[in-house]
């Protein structure tokens, strides 16, 4: 079964940048489905970003031309670029990998931005 651990959070100003990195291993990561999701205190966990095994992208109206989420299967990892970063994108960032008979979470990272 795949395992997938991520990694890049950390402390950030307002408008600042972070890569997050969602590495896989134990399966053929190229045909899992990748959901980046974010859970703040207090809140549920969201959706952020997803991408499929067919590269078909989606991201949450909060996060739409600040966040990008690539693929890249030969390294079997799947990266969040957060640029112009919020103090309301700071929540702990966990990755999904999905098919129809599998569903595995990572551990996450956290991500904070302030000032």
């Known amino acids: 079964q795949v395992q997938v651990v991520e990694s890049g959070g950390g402390l950030v100003q307002p408008g600042g940048s972070l890569r997050l990195s969602c590495a896989g291993s134990?399966?053929?990561?190229?045909?899992?489905?990748i959901g980046w999701y974010r859970q703040a205190p207090g809140k549920q966990r969201e959706l952020v970003a997803g991408i499929t095994s067919g590269g078909r992208l989606s991201y949450a109206d909060s996060v739409l031309g600040r966040l990008t989420i690539s693929r890249d299967n030969d390294r079997n990892t799947v990266y969040l670029q957060m640029n112009s970063l919020k103090p309301e994108d700071t929540a702990v960032y966990y990755c999904?990998?999905?098919?129809?008979?599998?569903?595995?979470w990572g551990q996450g990272t956290q991500v904070t931005v302030s000032s």
């Open positions: 999904n990998a999905r098919t129809i008979a599998t569903d595995r």
């Open positions: 134990g399966s053929i990561f190229s045909i899992y489905t």
